[in-house]
């Protein structure tokens, strides 16, 4: 598509892997490297979600998000609350996400625990009684890499930042982190 600023080809998709969202994307936008940001700005803009109904958001997705029918990125800052201790605020004006289940690990390629991962649901109206929708945001935080002298060292979270995958659910199975077929899940 000659002439059209960060058009895609047809047939190309931004599908990263929870891997590459967390190692590559996420990881150099915390650590401000300025050789990959301005590419990294254009394709996960940063945005407070939850100053936004969940169909809204589509239209702030990064370039390669644009006019995307199944998921869309967004980097979101830490909350003041939250740098002080105290819970996110996952309130909208007219509902909340509500995080369902426990973080899950995810792990690289050679089975290094990277970040987590927090699935959350947006239910319209107020907790206790709002009434679920198929809006989900799956939320990144990666892990600090350091050397620890403990023999069993708990990986410490990298909280300036998080990364989430909003997306409406389907009636089909999806997964997000696909793999070859027959490579095993460790």
């Not at 929870?18 to 590419?39: D, M, P, T, V």
């Not at 394709?43 to 029918?69: N, R, S």
């Not at 809006?135 to 403990?150: C, H, L, P, R």
């Amino acid at each position: 598509m000659e002439g059209e600023e960060g058009a895609m080809a047809p047939g190309f998709r931004f599908y990263p892997t929870e891997e590459e969202l967390i190692s590559f994307y996420l990881k150099h936008k915390i650590q401000g490297n300025a050789r990959l940001l301005q590419h990294i700005d254009r394709v996960i803009p940063q945005l407070h979600v939850y100053d936004f109904y969940p169909w809204d958001l589509p239209q702030y997705a990064g370039e390669c998000c644009q006019g995307e029918p199944e998921q869309w990125f967004f980097f979101i800052p830490r909350q003041a609350k939250e740098a002080r201790g105290g819970r996110p605020c996952r309130q909208t004006s007219s509902g909340y996400w509500k995080a369902t289940g426990s973080p899950s690990i995810i792990y690289s390629w050679n089975n290094r625990a990277i970040g987590i991962k927090r699935t959350m649901v947006f239910y319209n109206g107020r907790a206790p009684s709002g009434t679920k929708t198929k809006w989900k945001m799956n939320e990144y935080k990666a892990f600090q890499e350091g050397i620890s002298s403990s023999p069993n060292p708990r990986p410490e979270l990298m909280e300036e930042l998080s990364l989430c995958r909003v997306y409406v659910k389907s009636n089909c199975l999806r997964a997000f982190d696909r793999r070859p077929p027959g490579v095993a899940i460790n």
